[in-house]
């Protein structure tokens, strides 16, 4: 059967795609952020999944304002780096799993989720910074990849109950896959920042790391949190934040932290990464 | 009976949502325009003729050629579309950012190299 196993919080600030692809990892600025990684990309050369469920947002890459899912699906064979206005990131094109996909698609629309099903995608840094930071930089992504692109762009974003509920529905439709497979979720973006207005530049660091605190033990009532909350102290972008709720839906209620790590700054933004694991 | 929208009270801040996507859909539809190489060629050769081709209000459209980013979010503009205009003018998130804030660059960059600007008097802190 399959099982998800694991789950990976990251944030996906453009500038660490950059970073990667211009070789200032170890530059005095970047060194002590990617540092935080050494840990993760030695445990998932252990942990070895076959697929990864990639909860990720768009930024106007794939999706324009002509059409706003709130939940997409990605059931293609392959998914290619996005070009954002300056190329696509020298990456490799990621192998979707559309067997699994759309037997995800069907089990949690059966459990009342609506999703919209995505058969052609490009992928956008929100998805690919994550892969290079777990990865590093193979020739090929040793992994398999389910994006779900969620809408936080557009307000109102899916509430965090909502996103936390979507993983428990994701969890079953999983668990019901008969192929053996090492399942992981990944829940990307924030953590506290704000691109925009004469307020840009926020950082929240009491709110991150009592959202890194809660999310590990206190997820149920974390759901709770209303949007006004992330927007007012996480910033207008850091209400991303609610996709990790999609990533922590899906693990068991009781999990195993296994890595915790936050940094300021990221460009704009405040950087958070967890790795979980089911016990 | 009209929706609740406390989210415009917050300081600094303009929230993209419905409305506001709304009255900023050609102006960001023009922004993702940009993301061909022909069009960001056929912008710059003139910015005022391109954007004629684009059924966008008038203060949208002066709003872009004075690279007025608060004025473009005031009218509909969301920063992720707007990134397109500032990437096709080679400049960064951080510069746009520092802009909006009335900071120079080096003041911005600064502000978050020391930890971003602070919470504290940034917040709504009345009753939603």
């Not at chain 1, 999706?63 to 899912?69: A, L, R």
Request: proline fraction near 6%.
């Amino acid at each position: 059967m399959a099982k998800i196993t694991a789950g990976v919080a990251t944030s996906h600030v453009p500038a660490i795609g950059a970073a990667i692809d211009n070789g200032k990892t170890q530059d005095a600025y970047w060194q002590p952020l990617f540092a935080g990684y050494d840990f993760g990309k030695e445990w998932i050369k252990q942990q070895k999944p076959d697929v990864v469920i990639l909860v990720y947002n768009d930024h106007a890459s794939a999706f324009d304002m002509n059409i706003i899912p709130t939940f997409a699906l990605g059931c293609a064979p392959t998914f290619a780096p996005a070009d954002e206005g300056w190329g696509p990131r020298p990456v490799p094109s990621v192998m979707g799993y559309p067997e699994l996909a759309s037997h995800i698609a069907q089990s949690v629309i059966q459990q009342d989720f609506d999703l919209t099903i995505i058969n052609q995608m490009d992928v956008d840094h929100g998805l690919t910074v994550p892969m290079s930071l777990m990865f590093g930089q193979p020739e090929a992504w040793p992994c398999r990849v389910i994006p779900l692109a969620v809408n936080v762009v557009l307000y109102p974003a899916p509430s965090g109950k909502r996103c936390y509920n979507l993983g428990k529905a994701i969890r079953k439709a999983v668990d019901s896959f008969d192929e053996d497979l090492n399942v992981q979720i990944w829940g990307t973006g924030g953590m506290s920042h704000q691109l925009q207005g004469p307020r840009a530049g926020l950082i929240n660091k009491e709110f991150d790391n009592a959202f890194l605190d809660r999310i590990v033990d206190d997820a149920e009532s974390l759901a709770d949190m209303p949007h006004f909350d992330y927007l007012n102290q996480a910033g207008s972008e850091g209400v991303e934040l609610v996709m990790w709720l999609i990533m922590r839906g899906a693990l068991n209620d009781k999990v195993k932290l296994k890595k915790r790590f936050y940094h300021v700054p990221a460009s704009n933004t405040a950087v958070g990464h967890l790795i979980l694991e089911n016990d | 009976m009209s929706l609740a929208k406390p989210y415009k009270n917050i300081p600094g801040t303009t929230i993209f949502d419905a409305e506001m996507g709304r009255l900023g859909y050609h102006l960001n539809q023009f922004c993702m325009s940009l993301m061909k190489a022909e069009n960001r060629a056929r912008f710059k050769a003139n910015e005022r003729v391109y954007l004629d081709e684009w059924p966008m209000s008038e203060e949208q459209k002066l709003a872009v050629m004075a690279r007025d980013y608060n004025r473009m979010m005031a009218t509909g503009g969301n920063i992720y579309f707007l990134a397109k205009i500032f990437s096709s003018d080679g400049l960064s998130f951080q510069f746009a950012a520092a802009t909006m804030t009335g900071m120079s660059q080096p003041d911005y960059a600064q502000m978050m190299l020391q930890g971003g600007r602070s919470p504290q008097g940034n917040m709504y802190e009345g009753d939603i």
